[in-house]
């Protein structure tokens, strides 16, 4: 099974590398069914700004996706049971008000909508991670660091208790139209 079991309002983060080719309603990351806030949905649904959107209700992060048309960036999405956070190369772009999440299990959608299989993703995503845990900014520092300059860093330490991600797709079959869970 492709679930990750993280469903209601449990805390969650999301990580991925992603380089949009075009703007327009593209769905990165998504589970859980159509029914009212019953899927969990990173995209840029709303305005084109990076959004999560989960049936009747919605946050607009208010930073346009067109700022990194044709460029990786590292992004992480937590949600600690109320309220969202977006960083985008290690700098927090927005939180939002309350969301009243009630997410459903299902299969994980990559680059396109759990809740009725559209908005696909235009451009490149590499290296998502979906834990059922909140990252600290300390930690999606150290991983930012790590993944965008590895040579630069070092660690001897943990840097976070707690366990590994549920989900850990590394793209690295090649081209294809399919990618295998770690």
């Given at each position: 099974s492709n679930t990750v079991g993280i469903t209601g309002s449990a805390v969650r983060t999301v990580e991925f590398w992603l380089k949009p080719a075009a703007t327009g309603g593209d769905a990165f990351v998504s589970w859980g069914a159509g029914a009212t806030n019953n899927f969990f949905e990173v995209s840029d649904y709303y305005n084109d700004d990076w959004s999560i959107?989960?049936?009747?209700?919605?946050?607009?992060?208010?930073?346009?996706?067109?700022?990194?048309?044709?460029?990786?960036?590292?992004?992480?999405?937590?949600?600690?049971?109320?309220?969202?956070?977006?960083?985008?190369?290690n700098a927090l772009i927005g939180t939002s008000g309350s969301i009243?999440?009630?997410?459903?299990?299902?299969?994980?959608?990559?680059?396109?909508?759990?809740?009725?299989?559209g908005y696909p993703y235009t451009g490149s995503i590499d290296e998502i991670r979906i834990s059922n845990s909140i990252r600290s900014a300390d930690y999606i520092r150290t991983s930012y660091n790590n993944q965008n300059s590895p040579s630069t860093f070092l660690s001897w330490a943990t840097i976070e208790s707690g366990g590994g991600p549920v989900g850990y797709w590394s793209f690295d079959e090649g081209y294809a139209s399919t990618t295998y869970d770690r």
């Amino acid at each position: 099974s492709n679930t990750v079991g993280i469903t209601g309002s449990a805390v969650r983060t999301v990580e991925f590398w992603l380089k949009p080719a075009a703007t327009g309603g593209d769905a990165f990351v998504s589970w859980g069914a159509g029914a009212t806030n019953n899927f969990f949905e990173v995209s840029d649904y709303y305005n084109d700004d990076w959004s999560i959107h989960c049936y009747s209700c919605q946050w607009d992060s208010g930073v346009a996706v067109s700022t990194w048309l044709n460029e990786w960036s590292y992004h992480v999405v937590t949600f600690d049971g109320t309220y969202v956070r977006w960083y985008i190369n290690n700098a927090l772009i927005g939180t939002s008000g309350s969301i009243p999440l009630d997410t459903g299990d299902s299969d994980i959608h990559l680059g396109i909508a759990a809740h009725n299989h559209g908005y696909p993703y235009t451009g490149s995503i590499d290296e998502i991670r979906i834990s059922n845990s909140i990252r600290s900014a300390d930690y999606i520092r150290t991983s930012y660091n790590n993944q965008n300059s590895p040579s630069t860093f070092l660690s001897w330490a943990t840097i976070e208790s707690g366990g590994g991600p549920v989900g850990y797709w590394s793209f690295d079959e090649g081209y294809a139209s399919t990618t295998y869970d770690r």
